[in-house]
């Protein structure tokens, strides 16, 4: 496993990181869950990514018991609130910033996390009013450092913009080949302002592992066949894209890697790029990303992905 600096902190997080959306405490099995998450500290992953809401709270129920043996010097944990855990519980004022929080050691048995994270921007509650409550988290030393997921950029520099007020540290942006919308203006205000890049869904859901085929129906018990994902999906089940991220396999073949160690290792070509979680109902799988931590691949097999990942993209 390689590591890599968090941003202007000092946490040094692996290029791997496992997440626990639609898996942990939900999807997968507690006896499965904590094979991979053993399988993640075998291979050096040290940054865990969870958030409140993820099975309404059961995701950090789930870790905090399975950290629980665990000293807490050996992992990073990040967290997230911002989405509803029931109606009258939702948002980043600064009353529901303290109670998420708490709500959230408590979950997590754990005294402070290491990072915490707007899950997303909040358009109802001031800036002022979000960034001061996350400022008064860190001096209580229940939070570490703070990050946001999916912030535009003009609210990013909003933020640094503001004085008297802890600065983020990290970003957390859907980014794959098939996704490179933070290339245009997120990675570029955060690179040059101490802010590092936390990778969600690095294999675009699956699609990059190249499992799905063009042709044949999406097996069940898939993400792309899951009531939770609600359509999300669609945009990248199309023939078309399929058909491209076959293309990819020879591709990869050549780096020596499989597509997803190929796709992970596209990703954290990115040098704002800290870390790339992973999902994995499997050890196996666990193990097999892992190995896409500190590969060199020849910048030309990129190019050629990203020009065959493009074309699939097209209209």
């Not at 905090?64 to 009258?88: C, H, I, N, S, W």
């Not at 912030?151 to 004085?163: G, K, S, V």
């Amino acid at each position: 496993m390689k590591y890599r600096m968090l941003g202007d902190s000092d946490l040094k997080i692996s290029e791997i990181s496992l997440g626990s959306w639609l898996t942990y405490g939900v999807g997968v099995g507690a006896d499965a869950a904590r094979s991979c998450l053993e399988a993640a500290f075998e291979v050096g992953i040290n940054f865990i990514d969870t958030a409140n809401v993820y099975g309404g709270g059961a995701a950090e129920t789930f870790l905090g018991e399975a950290l629980a043996g665990r000293a807490r010097d050996e992992y990073v944990l990040a967290t997230k609130a911002f989405f509803p855990m029931d109606d009258q519980n939702k948002g980043l004022s600064r009353g529901q910033i303290v109670k998420q929080l708490d709500d959230s050691l408590a979950r997590l048995r754990t005294d402070y996390v290491d990072l915490y994270q707007c899950h997303r921007y909040d358009w109802e509650v001031p800036l002022e009013e979000t960034m001061e409550a996350l400022t008064e988290a860190v001096e209580s030393g229940k939070v570490r450092f703070i990050g946001f997921s999916e912030w535009p950029a003009e609210r990013i520099q909003a933020a640094l913009d503001l004085t008297g007020v802890t600065k983020f540290v990290s970003s957390q942006p859907q980014y794959s080949l098939l996704w490179r919308e933070p290339e245009d203006e997120v990675i570029p205000v955060c690179a040059a302002n101490g802010i590092s890049q936390i990778v969600w869904s690095p294999l675009a859901q699956g699609v990059l592992s190249g499992k799905y085929l063009p042709v044949v129906a999406a097996p069940g018990g898939t993400r792309a066949t899951s009531e939770e994902m609600g359509g999300y999906m669609d945009r990248l089940m199309q023939p078309k894209v399929l058909e491209a991220v076959q293309k990819l396999k020879p591709i990869a073949a050549e780096a020596g890697l499989s597509l997803a160690q190929f796709s992970l290792a596209w990703v954290l070509r990115e040098p704002n790029v800290a870390s790339t979680i992973i999902g994995a109902s499997r050890p196996e799988q666990v193990r097999e990303n892992a190995a896409a931590a500190g590969v060199v691949v020849d910048p030309a097999l990129f190019a050629r992905a990203e020009a065959i990942a493009a074309a699939g993209l097209e209209n």
